[in-house]
């Protein structure tokens, strides 16, 4: 992502410091230390802390990171980094989540992060992705904002993980009490060598 994004996210979150509240429903599928990239303001961090890991995070966005060293203090190792340049060393994490960063990052920028992902996992270690879907009913309105989108199929997203198998990859599609369908894509992938 371009230095613009930088400065949209850093704005957003400066304006609204509580974006997103509570904790993000994520699969626990192990135990160790984890790493949450695109951590926004923390609410997967959260999630992370409660399941009892020990937990680092980064953001490019310096003010989601500063956000995130506010809300949780020495639970939480966290850095300003993009997701192909990521500042721990190899094989560092049994659990990565990459929960809404997805959608944002080019092709070019996943091949990036899927090799960071295998970097910095143990082998064994497991991956797990969420990103909005297509038919998302909030898909239209993100068509016109600063942010940008990319809407992948689970599978899409699984084939730039070399060397890892899905665990489970799916579409979850879910009403909302208005009728509107939240959709998304959700890969869990084990590094398999």
């Not at 890991?53 to 980094?81: I, K």
């Not at 929960?99 to 960071?116: K, P, Q, R, Y």
């Not at 198998?165 to 590094?191: I, K, M, N, Q, Y």
Request: hydrophobic share 40%.
């Amino acid at each position: 992502m371009g230095r613009g994004q930088e400065d949209v996210w850093d704005s957003l979150y400066a304006s609204n410091p509580g974006a997103w509240r509570g904790n993000a429903r994520i699969p626990v599928p192990c135990v160790g230390r984890a790493l949450d990239v695109g951590c926004g303001n923390g609410k997967t961090v959260a999630s992370l802390i409660d399941a009892g890991f020990e937990v680092s995070a980064v953001d490019f966005s310096a003010e989601a990171v500063r956000l995130v060293r506010e809300r949780f203090g020495d639970r939480v190792n966290a850095a300003v980094s993009d997701a192909g340049s990521i500042p721990f060393g190899d094989g560092s994490f049994e659990y990565i989540t990459a929960v809404h960063l997805c959608e944002h990052l080019t092709d070019d920028e996943m091949e990036g992060f899927a090799s960071e992902v295998a970097r910095l996992l143990v082998p064994g270690g497991l991956v797990f992705i969420r990103s909005f879907g297509a038919s998302d009913f909030r898909s239209a309105k993100r068509a016109s904002s600063d942010i940008t989108y990319i809407y992948r199929s689970h599978d899409y997203l699984a084939h730039f993980f070399v060397g890892f198998e899905a665990v489970s990859s799916r579409t979850v599609e879910e009403r909302t009490r208005f009728g509107e369908v939240r959709s998304r894509e959700e890969c869990l992938l084990r590094r398999t060598y």
